[in-house]
């Protein structure tokens, strides 16, 4: 049924890309490159997901970013953070990531890559704009079987509903919310190990309410003199217990890590403050601040799609608490050193540090996503198409490809299966058949630009990360484009081997590889312990 015009603004362009992280901020790229005109929409007051409104600005890449494994563009946007950074490699040297940089650093470098597409106006972009429904239509009798998406229409805070129309519409939304609202099948949770013998999957049947944990993300810095300390926040002790807080972690092979808060462990591995520390203490009263992104606040009780506010409320509620734990319990690098009370453990010194999230709070404006709906495409990407065999040694060539992307399969808590899962990957591809919906699966002019590509939930989990979800959106906006050229749908055009072959040549021109075979063969390294990379 159409959308009545009462109180909206209707809008219309070539392309639609309805979420504004990474992925979907590589689609609009790649598309207004081409002369398309675009409209991006973002949930949060800024663009930018996963680097920006969710904290997690140490990118999780690759061992082998720094020279080859990316899209130009990615590459581009890493040496602009560098310069604004001022030229240093690893503005916060932090040990998590080869870039450790603020979130807020980041959001004005993706603005100034978009600005010449918003100034010439071939992109709009409207923030705070939640997708809520779409209409779809089945077509003539002949292509009934072959529906297309005409409007989504969004609830924008402070303003107006808003309609936007296009040919092709791209999902990069977080949570891969155009699935439900164009009645394309989805999934989310574990697969189960049945459905494809992956060894990583959830024992026995499928389990959909098993969906990674997520984490409420903050940013603390370190003043010289101890800060006000508040009361304990509501669920402090149930929190503290039940995680537990701590700096030590426990490996899949049963090892213990230990950390010291700002000195290294007793055996030498990096302090917990410098783990995702994003900052460095510098002339004129520059602080050093640091990323709380930790086992202690992943938050594993509930899940974003089935339980979206009871586990907001509840990830935010943990962060607060590990936060107060940090600054009021946490042992002391010196237990004899000054402490509140005089107990010689928290450190008191520690505050939130709006000035650096862009939010009121120095809480991230949103939880930092794992997993999202996923297409369910009759034969999605698997953990064992992607599974490492020998060192060195790429995933097998496939013809439809459109990116490439590699990572471990990184699977944190799951709601009721409270166990981290690390798998070798070898260096992987993206597959165009996974970000269009089959025949009867959904839309024919609906692509999935971010973690909502047809994968397995143990697959998507090397999927979900900074270099990836670009390279997605970079294909999605890509093959976009190249629709509107031709005439036809993403369906129709991923099976046509003629305009596929088009699509992969102007991926190639972006500098986006399709093939590991255009790079040196990597030096594949095992996936690291997750005692030493604990909450990616």
């Not at 899940?303 to 509840?314: C, F, I, K």
């Not at 936060?323 to 009370?341: I, K, Y």
Request: with cysteine.
């Amino acid at each position: 049924m159409p959308f009545l015009a009462h109180d909206t603004l209707d809008l219309a362009a070539d392309i639609a890309v309805i979420g504004g992280g990474l992925g979907g901020i590589a689609a609009a790229l790649a598309a207004a490159d081409t002369g398309s005109s675009v409209i991006m929409t973002a949930e949060e007051s800024m663009i930018g997901g996963q680097i920006t409104a969710q904290l997690t600005a140490p990118l999780d890449e690759h061992p082998r970013i720094e020279t080859w494994g990316a899209t130009r563009s990615y590459r581009r946007f890493r040496d602009l953070v560098r310069a604004e950074s001022g030229g240093v490699d690893n503005p916060g040297d932090g040990w998590v990531s080869r870039l450790c940089f603020e979130p807020l650093v980041g959001l004005r470098v993706l603005e100034d890559l978009l600005r010449a597409h918003t100034e010439s106006g071939r992109l709009r972009i409207v923030r705070n704009a939640r997708p809520v429904a779409a209409t779809v239509a089945v077509g003539s009798a002949e292509t009934r079987a072959d529906p297309t998406i005409e409007a989504v229409r969004l609830v924008v805070r402070g303003r107006p509903d808003l309609i936007v129309r296009a040919s092709v519409f791209i999902d990069a939304t977080e949570l891969g919310d155009l699935l439900p609202l164009t009645d394309t099948a989805w999934t989310i949770g574990s697969e189960g190990s049945c459905a494809f013998a992956e060894r990583d999957a959830v024992p026995g049947a499928a389990d959909a309410l098993a969906e990674q944990s997520c984490t409420w993300a903050a940013v603390l810095v370190r003043e010289a003199e101890p800060q006000p300390v508040v009361e304990r926040p509501p669920g402090y002790v149930a929190f503290r217990d039940s995680q537990p807080f701590t700096l030590d972690l426990v490996g899949t092979d049963g090892a213990v890590a230990r950390r010291g808060f700002f000195t290294a462990g007793p055996t030498g591995l990096p302090s917990f403050w410098s783990y995702r520390r994003i900052r460095t203490a510098g002339d004129a009263g520059v602080l050093e601040a640091a990323v709380i992104n930790w086992a202690g606040n992943d938050y594993r009780d509930s899940g974003l799609v089935h339980n979206p506010e009871q586990t907001r409320q509840g990830a935010r509620a943990l962060t607060l608490a590990f936060v107060h734990w940090l600054r009021t319990e946490a042992p002391r690098d010196s237990p004899d050193g000054p402490g509140p009370h005089g107990t010689g453990r928290g450190y008191p010194e520690l505050r939130l540090a709006p000035e650096l999230t862009g939010t009121p709070d120095g809480l991230a404006e949103a939880a930092y996503v794992r997993e999202s709906r996923r297409l369910a495409n009759p034969r999605p990407i698997t953990g064992n198409d992607i599974a490492a065999s020998l060192p060195g040694i790429a995933a097998p060539e496939i013809t439809d490809s459109v990116g490439i992307a590699w990572y471990q399969m990184d699977l944190h808590p799951r709601v009721g299966h409270p166990t981290s899962v690390y798998g070798d990957t070898a260096p992987f591809h993206i597959p165009a058949r996974a970000l269009v919906p089959a025949l009867g699966i959904g839309p024919a002019n609906l692509l999935m630009g971010a973690k909502n590509l047809a994968a397995t939930q143990v697959a998507a989990a090397a999927y979900r990360v900074h270099p990836a979800e670009w390279a997605i959106g970079e294909a999605a906006g890509t093959i976009a484009a190249r629709c509107l050229a031709l005439h036809t749908t993403p369906r129709r055009l991923i099976h046509d081997d003629a305009a596929l072959a088009s699509v992969q040549s102007a991926l190639h021109e972006r500098g986006a590889p399709v093939s590991w075979q255009q790079h040196p063969q990597p030096d594949c390294e095992p996936a690291p312990n997750p005692t030493e990379n604990p909450n990616d």
